[in-house]
T-cell receptor, first 108, second 114 residues
Framework: GQQVMQIPQYQHVQEGEDFTTYCNSSTTLSNIQWYKQRPGGHPVFLIQLVKSGEVKKQKRLTFQFGEAKKNSSLHITATQTTDVGTYFC????????FGAGTTVTVRA | ETGVTQTPRHLVMGMTNKKSLKCEQH?????MYWYKQSAKKPLELMFVYNFKEQTENNSVPSRFSPECPNSSHLFLHLHTLQPEDSALYLC?????????????FGPGTRLTVL
């Protein structure tokens, strides 16, 4: 399956600040999905990107698919304590291949 | 969310025990999946069932035996497990019409092998 790498592995954010997590691949990706897993919870689907250069927004979350379809990013503005969790990107090529995730903690 | 349920939520077993994990989806999906999530490792796909037929076995040891009697139910039978098999086992389902379907996860079974 297609491989994706996520950076950073950990993100410690001051409440109210912005941050970005990245998902990178050495090959062209057919699509990217983003999931969020709260501590003690299970992955929950957030968004899917398919088109080159696609940008989608969900309130304070902005998802972007690179022009070359080899990378994706998730940008969160004005971080809140509810944003705590691990954010995974995944490639769906008739089976999901997950990145290792970015675990986000928030300092109040 | 109650679309995908898993039982039990927690399981402790010895290496000589036999146990089964159960997953049920109420979303009318045609595909079901087993994933393993270990500490500090990416989610690992174990098995895929599409219309009750196994379409993917990701080199999983034979001590894990899946069963899918219908599109709504999925089991994972466990026997002679090793301590390194301790992990969160997640079930998911999707409506597989293309390679871009969304997967819905159950709450998982936290397995500890002593």
């Amino acid at each position: 399956g297609q491989q994706v790498m996520q950076i950073p592995q950990y993100q410690h954010v001051q409440e109210g600040e912005d941050f970005t997590t990245y998902c990178n691949s050495s090959t062209t990706l057919s699509n990217i999905q983003w999931y969020k897993q709260r501590p003690g919870g299970h992955p929950v689907f957030l968004i899917q990107l398919v088109k080159s250069g696609e940008v989608k927004k969900q309130k304070r979350l902005t998802f972007q698919f690179g022009e070359a379809k080899k990378n994706s990013s998730l940008h969160i503005t004005a971080t809140q304590t509810t944003d705590v969790g691990t954010y995974f990107c995944a490639v769906n090529d008739y089976k999901l291949s997950f990145g290792a995730g970015t675990t986000v903690t928030v300092r109040a | 969310e109650t679309g995908v349920t898993q039982t039990p939520r927690h399981l402790v077993m010895g290496m000589t025990n036999k146990k089964s994990l159960k997953c049920e989806q109420h979303l009318g999906h045609n595909a079901m999946y087993w994933y393993k999530q270990s500490a500090k490792k990416p989610l690992e796909l174990m098995f895929v069932y599409n219309f009750k037929e196994q379409t993917e076995n990701n080199s999983v040891p034979s001590r894990f035996s899946p069963e899918c009697p219908n599109s709504s139910h999925l089991f994972l039978h466990l026997h002679t497990l090793q301590p390194e098999d301790s992990a969160l086992y997640l079930c998911a389902s999707s409506q597989r019409t293309s390679g871009t379907d969304t997967q819905y996860f159950g709450p998982g079974t936290r397995l500890t092998v002593l």
